[in-house]
């Protein structure tokens, strides 16, 4: 239902622009050949396609979502975040990009620590503290590090 919601919105947005708004490529076929570089996991391709969609209809949410999922995937993860504030920008109640951030900040939280816990003298009340953080962060968030697709957000929409 979303999807259809944001297409609908695409289609607003290039009738009320007029005349000026139609130069450029078809942003629906842009949309679709992003979604298919996503749907493979060519995360490079599906960025460089959403970067143009966002660039074409800067009003589109979704392509500011989906840019932040494809950057999360190749774990930019600061880029990540930018767009995903950017896709709440023009949607704040796109709850999904909410969700992944929460996410990815979970995950910076863990890296944090796991380098403390390295960093800390082994016997000192910081590296104690830590690695209580760390396990509870670990039993709460079932992550797995090293993965090459880094976190999986939420990619529906």
Known sequence: MKGM????????????????STAGPDPF????????????????????????????????????????NTLARQHRFNDALAAWREALVR???????YSNMSALYLLQARLALEEAVRRLPAD???AVQARKRLDALRRLTRMRLGQKTGPRPHSRD
């Open 91 to 97: 949607d704040p109640g796109l709850g999904k990009a």
């Open 29 to 68: 076929a842009m949309r679709a050949e992003a979604d298919s570089a996503y749907r493979r996991g060519d995360w490079m391709a599906a960025e460089q396609g959403y970067r143009a969609l966002a660039e074409r209809v800067p009003e589109d949410a979704y392509a500011f979502f989906r840019l932040g």
């Open 124 to 126: 000192s009340a910081a």
């Open 5 to 20: 919601q944001a297409a609908i919105l695409l289609f607003a947005l290039l009738a009320a622009g007029g005349c000026a």
